[in-house]
């Protein structure tokens, strides 16, 4: 039987799908490259918002009725049995707890058992380790650390996707970072909805003992760790990256807004004043730290007052990138029931000026590495220009340009040309430095 693995959503949703692709791999199965040959058809899938939502609806709506659909993911664990009053012809629903459980789920549909869901939340961590094949990167590898998330922000429906949370134990994480650097991974990305807040139970180690241990055991030149929530920040986590070169200088921290009233009706816990000294202090112990954030505009009650706080804060802090929303009312959320004033024009126009702002600002400090020499990871092949690859920052900024040295090397790359969202370079061969 063959299957596919369509994957909607954040990297954990990609790292979920890895160990989806490894379980029926080793049960047997054939991934298939596209839709077209698979008997199976994993839909693992994204709830965050509404409108990214709706497009897997659209997405299964276009099988014909021999497929077999299974839905995972964020959008099984909140829809649950009401995925099935929906238009599309769907044949089970796994939920984010239970993808472990995909393999049986098979072999009773094959059966011909009705369609049914699977979506109960465990306590316990699910240990599975992916195989390097299965891995959607064969140079930069995901490795869970927590799940779930304990916050509840108000407009966010993740701790209703993805339950509370739990830690994955120390032991089990080194083993599968070590079974990376073993297969010659070059980076490995720690993943979590808040890394930061990874801690063993009883006062054991917390998440900048974690990095520690990793930074000084592992032959890996990166290691990257996403997301960090500012609320739960650890003036140890700066002293630990300053030590230790292999942690690369950039961290993803999601400020939401600029503005502090703002950031209290999210139910965020940390101010604009607290979130600009946490970047100061990086800054102060790290002259070279870069930062990239996500951004909501329209949130209800957002006033342009609060929504020029935001710009400001980020022409304060000059990300390297921003990802930016615009707020979208989820179930079971606190801000599901409050009252939007805002015109969705006015919504759009605020969405607009942040991203004309940030694109500015990236062009701006793009132009400036014109003519620097900087290292590169070479990622993957460029998908549609022979002999061109393209690569990765240590800030994680794309980098294109020819290049023959093989994928998962690190490179040097002279910046000859920029642009707001990628740069340019020319390899550094031997040949050219001579
Ligand atoms: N745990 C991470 C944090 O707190 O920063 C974020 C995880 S969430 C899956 C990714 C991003 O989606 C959030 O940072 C937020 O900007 C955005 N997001 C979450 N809920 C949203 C909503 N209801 N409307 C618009 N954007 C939303
Ligand atoms: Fe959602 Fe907030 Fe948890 Fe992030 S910290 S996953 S935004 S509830």
Redesign the pocket.
Known sequence: MNFFIKTFG?QMNVNDSEKIRHLLENKGLTLCAGEAAADIIIVNSCA??SKPQEKIFSYIGQFPPTKKIIVAGCVAQTEKQAIFEKKVKVDYVVGTHQFYRIGEIIDEIGAGAKAGTATAFSRQWQELVPAAHARSSQVSGYISIMEG?D?F?S????PFTRGREKYRPLSAILREAEYLAGRGFREIVLLG??VNHWHEAKGGRTFPELLRQLARSMPVPWIRFI?S?PGYHDRELIRVMAENRNIARHIHF?A?SGSTRVLKKMCRTYSRDQYLRIIRAFRSAMPEMKFSS???VGFPGESDHDFQLTLSLIEQVEYESV?S??????PH?KAAAYAQELAPTEVKQRLYALQELQAGIQLKNNRRRIGEVIEVLITEKHPKKAGEVIGRSESYRVVNFASRTPLGAFTRVKITAAGPYSLRGEEITPDSLQ
Do not use: E, H, L, M
Request: aromatic share 22%; charged share 10%; glycine share 0%.
């Open positions: 954040c965050v918002r998330c916050n922000c407009y966010c429906i993740v909805q808040n997301t929530y999601p939401q996500d951004f909501i990802f929303f615009v707020y979208s009312p989820r959320t």
